[in-house]
Nanobody, 117 residues
Framework: QVQLVESGGGLVQAGGSLRLSCAASGSISRFNAMGWNRQAPGKQRELVAFVSISSDRSKTYADSVKGRFTISRDNTKNTVYLQMNSLRPEDKAVYYC?????????WGQGTQVTVSS
């Protein structure tokens, strides 16, 4: 069983920054990736960014956030971070942290990010 707790959401003006954190309890070594999805009102959930849990620790970003968002992982704390810069109104969404792989997936409860124009 894995539990994920997100924090760091809030209200920010366009152009501002926020840093999301996600702490995982339990072993996540059996999963392939840890990262973030988001869901805006009336839209489908979409991938934002993830980092490989394997040794290469490669990072993948949605085109919409490349150059603005940075994902990082602290292996010692089983924690992943999402640094979000140059936020836009269209980044407004509930952001969900998750771990996933061939053995299944776990998701957090989500944290709200609101960007005012």
């Amino acid at each position: 069983q894995v539990q994920l707790v997100e924090s760091g959401g809030g209200l920010v003006q366009a152009g501002g920054s926020l840093r999301l954190s996600c702490a995982a309890s339990g072993s996540i070594s059996r999963f392939n990736a840890m990262g973030w999805n988001r869901q805006a009102p009336g839209k489908q959930r979409e991938l934002v960014a993830f980092v490989s849990i394997s040794s290469d620790r490669s990072k993948t970003y949605a085109d919409s956030v490349k150059g603005r968002f940075t994902i990082s992982r602290d292996n010692t704390k089983n924690t992943v971070y999402l640094q979000m810069n140059s936020l836009r109104p269209e980044d407004k969404a509930v952001y969900y942290c998750g771990v996933w792989g061939s053995t299944g997936a776990y998701w957090g409860q989500g944290t709200q990010v609101t960007v005012s124009s």
